[in-house]
């Protein structure tokens, strides 16, 4: 089959929606298929700017979420337009959001529909809409009629199944977020190699968190842990891996814990870069919250730091409780928690060897059920569908 893969947003980009769409066209090419990818990043530059970013700047000077909606509205039509000046032919597109659904629709292409999360509650939860408003509403209904014309719909998790069907009355199929099982495994042997080239002390307990700084995902209380994880384990070093709207909330809570020199934010790390720091992490930290309504899915930080043989400590929401059994091949916490978060992984750095049985545990359930290949044939059997 030749297969598309689009969205309305820029790929690739920091972030599981990106990382997705290239694991999953890593697996289905393994598989034999043709895939191709359309995204924001093939707008030309300029008229992305003066169609959607741009007007969308202003607009949100008037009113909360008046920009953010015409910037989704504007990308899909560039999208549609991008989709119908295609010079190639495809057997079948794979929007990975409702409005690269929505551009695609009508076109006499077959549609699935991916769906990630809830667009509308999370745009809330980081601020770019008002609860309750029109343009709420409006984002809302837009979600509910992809659901219904798209011709599949998928989702990442079982609670996000159980919202589409309960917003729209679609029954979707769930199929668990997944990793390159080839890229991500366990590579501890070059641990001192890679402290060295990534310029981090030979002798530091590395802790590292691999999220975008966003409400929903808990940045803010590993650096709120810290302090208390400092009292026993002194040399410990934290690493953020991401950009978000949370990072000025990090930063005040390093100056205000004087924690500085304890405290790395990496930034945007490029994903073929991220074993590097599964490697030489002691204790990876997935501390996701409820925010608005919205909960973490299958988080692919998480896999990939099970497939890389690193212990992980995550919150008790969501996806997580899906994929992590607690104390055999992971650690729940309660979120919002510091205090449960700082014991968790003080109890991993003083147990060497009950953190390594945690984490061969954790290797195995990701060869058993998070492979990109045995996730890339299940979407070919619903294409074909």
Do not use: C
């Amino acid at each position: 089959m030749k297969i598309l893969l689009t969205t309305i947003f820029a790929y690739p980009h920091t972030g599981g929606l990106s990382t997705h769409m290239s694991t999953l066209k890593s697996g289905l090419e393994a598989e034999g298929h043709q895939v191709g990818i359309l995204s924001f990043n093939d707008v030309p530059r300029l008229k992305g700017i003066l169609r959607a970013q741009g007007p969308a700047f202003f607009l949100n000077k008037f009113k909360k979420g008046k920009g953010f909606v015409w910037s989704q509205l504007q990308r899909k039509q560039l999208i549609h337009n991008l989709l119908k000046g295609l010079d190639e032919s495809y057997d079948i597109i794979n929007a990975q959001d409702i409005f690269a659904a929505l551009a695609s629709v009508g076109l006499g292409l077959p549609t699935a529909l991916t769906s990630h999360g809830y667009m509308a509650y999370e745009a809330i939860s980081k601020g770019a809409l008002a609860s309750g408003s029109k343009e709420d509403q409006l984002i809302r209904n837009m979600e509910r009629h992809a659901y219904q014309h798209a011709d599949r719909v998928i989702t990442v998790d079982q609670r996000i199944k159980g919202y589409i069907l309960e917003a729209s009355g679609v029954e979707a199929t769930a199929i668990k977020n997944f990793i390159n099982v080839d890229d991500f495994k366990p590579d501890k042997t070059k641990k001192v190699l890679y402290k060295k080239e990534l310029g981090l002390p030979k002798q530091s307990k590395i802790l590292f968190v691999p999220r975008r700084l966003t409400k929903k995902n808990g940045v803010v209380f590993p650096a709120l842990a810290l302090p208390r994880i400092l009292k026993e384990e002194p040399h410990t070093l934290l690493l953020y891996a991401g950009t978000g709207e949370d990072l000025p909330d990090i930063k005040r809570i390093i100056k205000q814990k004087g924690i500085e020199k304890n405290v790395v934010l990496l930034g945007a790390v490029p994903h073929y870069d991220m074993k590097k720091y599964y490697a030489v992490t002691d204790v990876v930290l997935i501390p996701s919250i409820h925010s608005e309504g919205v909960e973490e899915a299958t988080s692919i930080a998480a896999l990939e730091a099970m497939g890389s043989g690193a212990p992980v400590v995550a919150s008790f929401v969501g996806g997580l409780k899906e994929i992590i059994e607690n104390g055999k091949d992971g650690i729940h916490v309660e979120e919002q928690n510091p205090e449960a978060l700082s014991q968790a992984v003080l109890n991993l750095l003083n147990h060497p060897a009950y953190a390594n049985n945690l984490a061969e545990k954790a290797r195995g359930k990701i060869e058993e059920n998070h492979s990109h290949i045995a996730a890339a044939k299940r979407y070919a059997d619903i294409y074909r569908g």
